[in-house]
């Protein structure tokens, strides 16, 4: 059904904390992994040793570079997958019912039995989530690991989307947004974490902690105090090595 | 976006197509006998053809049944009803009109106005994305309509219609082009609104994702032929516009009569014909989508 369902109690998603994203790609790498071997048709690559390699992916990630006029640049990596938005405009728009939204937890997902391939779902999503798989024709997208997070043969700590596991820093963080009081949800409000392209009206659930800004120039350093000497005389065991090294 | 032959041909051919079908079903044509067959033939070649050459561009188009689902939000869906509906009335009303020499006044009326209606839905697939500003305006929806009319005028030989209405999608034409240059502004999707990092400085992509193409940038960040847009925009206009208004206009006040005349139509039909399929590249390969911004584009 491409009708939305009623807004769920539950709304699974993801905070991304770009103060924290180192730009590894581990999240990419992973995601990349779990969701070729696992849910749906395999996250093909095409011409994947030749000249001109494609391949299709559910998680990427940009680098941006602020340049603000008082301070050096700042860069800032900028992972990015489905939102998992409350009026997913990607849902309304498939003729076939493949996509949808689920009411339980607000997951969307794609039906790839239902897929026809017309590729509309992936015109409608203004943040490029939807990458079309070249070997199946069908569409794909984020899952949020649904064949993870209820997965009650994985270890508990592995119950998590493969990109939140994989993430060296704890840059990605994983959870209910219906409840006010999860992680996620207090993270968001302390942080003020903001929605990507709210001017597009998709209500994302996803969402985004921004960088500190960090570095400012320092007033530049007389030549000769940058290091003051602090001890004319060696002390202690310094003094003892410079001893025992005169003598030699 | 990718300007894809199959969608081009498809909504091209199709609205024609559709276009005839709205006359033919209104009874403004001679369509008894021979003249009558051929008319109807033509009529569901291009529109049958055009939807056949939708669905090249599919995935997996041996589901396209499927697409007959999801009418209550989807535009594409909608489509596809009204179009199969549309040919099924259109189809009895041209068999009993050719064959039996009957009229069903009401068959044929409905069968026209679900012809238009198909029409205005496959426009809608279009001006309905937010995330396409330039095609995001109710223009995109009265140039499609305009364009089915004028061209299924033509071949239903109304010379003075169609003179008029050529007229009038040349002038829709204009204003979508004019607005479109507006819409990306006025939708107000910005690098800093897209990553949420502006305010604090000059902002720009540093690194993409991957060093090659992939599936976002090859579908909707076209970039290839814009710098011949302006040439093309002067083809496109005199050819599905100015020519054919003049061509049908000379016809229509008696200067070309008998077999000049219906050479002078067929020249305005191909002509009409070359500058829409120009209109139509540029309409898919000159809109921008948002996406583009996450890769430096539009900014």
């Not at chain 1, 119950?159 to 996620?184: E, M, W």
């Not at chain 2, 005839?20 to 033939?41: N, S």
């Not at chain 2, 049958?48 to 697409?67: D, E, I, K, V």
Request: proline residues 5%; hydrophobic residues 45%.
């Amino acid at each position: 059904m491409t009708q939305l369902p009623p807004a769920s109690d539950k709304k699974l998603g993801l905070v991304i904390d770009l103060d924290i994203c180192v730009g590894c790609h581990a999240c990419v790498i992973s995601c990349k992994g779990w969701n070729t071997e696992n849910y749906g048709a395999p996250l093909s690559d095409m011409d994947a040793y030749g000249e001109n390699p494609v391949g299709s992916f559910l998680n990427r990630v940009h680098s941006f570079e602020i340049e603000p006029e008082d301070g050096p640049a700042q860069n800032v990596h900028f992972p990015k997958s489905c939102l998992h938005c409350e009026t997913a405009p990607c849902v309304t728009v498939c003729p076939t019912g493949a996509s949808y939204k689920r009411a339980e937890d607000g997951i969307v997902l794609v039906n790839e039995e239902a897929c026809i391939g017309c590729g509309l779902c992936a015109w409608a999503c203004p943040y490029g989530a939807r990458e079309m798989d070249q070997a199946e024709g069908v569409m794909k997208k984020c899952t949020l690991c649904v064949d993870r997070i209820y997965n009650e043969n994985l270890a508990a700590e592995d119950q998590i989307p493969a990109c939140v596991r994989s993430c060296p820093t704890g840059a990605r963080h994983f959870g209910d947004f219906g409840d006010p009081n999860s992680a996620v949800s207090q993270l968001v409000a302390e942080r003020e974490a903001v929605d990507l392209m709210p001017e597009q009206g998709t209500k994302p659930v996803n969402k985004y902690l921004l960088p500190r800004i960090k570095d400012r120039w320092l007033d530049q350093p007389e030549a000769g105090d940058v290091l003051p000497v602090v001890a004319e005389e060696p002390e202690g065991f310094l003094k003892w090595l410079d001893k025992a090294l005169e003598k030699l | 976006m990718n300007p894809a032959p199959s969608v081009i041909i498809f909504t091209v051919l199709s609205g024609l197509g559709f276009g005839m079908l709205f006359w033919l079903g209104l009874g403004q044509a001679e369509t008894g006998g021979m003249i009558g067959f051929w008319l109807f033939a033509m009529a569901f070649i291009l529109s049958g053809g055009g939807l056949l050459a939708s669905t090249f561009h599919l995935g997996n188009p041996q589901r396209f049944w499927r697409a007959f689902s999801q009418w209550q939000t989807s535009w594409l869906s909608r489509e596809a009803i009204l179009a199969v509906a549309a040919l099924g009335l259109m189809g009895l009303f041209g068999l009993r009109q050719v064959f039996f020499a009957q009229d069903w006044v009401w068959l044929g009326r409905a069968g026209a106005g679900l012809s238009l209606l198909t029409v205005l839905a496959t426009a809608m697939i279009y001006a309905q994305l937010k995330t396409v500003p330039r095609w995001n305006q109710p223009g995109t929806v009265v140039l499609f309509i305009l364009l089915a009319l004028a061209g299924g005028a033509l071949i239903t030989a109304q010379a003075g219609l169609a003179a008029g209405l050529f007229g009038l999608a040349g002038l829709a034409q204009l204003w979508v082009w004019y607005r479109g240059g507006q819409r990306f502004a006025e939708a107000g999707s910005t690098l800093a609104s897209a990553t949420g990092l502006g305010g604090r400085g000059q902002l720009r992509l540093f690194e993409p994702p991957h060093t090659g193409r992939n599936y976002l940038l090859d579908e909707m960040v076209y970039r290839i032929g814009r710098k011949h847009a302006l040439r093309l925009r002067v083809i496109a206009l005199l050819g599905m516009s100015i020519l054919p208004a003049a061509i049908m206009l000379a016809s229509g006040a008696g200067l070309l009569a008998g077999g000049a005349g219906l050479l002078a139509a067929g020249l305005a039909g191909a002509v009409h014909l070359i500058g829409v399929f120009a209109a139509r590249w540029l309409f898919f390969a000159e809109a921008e989508h948002v996406v583009g911004l996450y890769y430096g584009r539009h900014s």
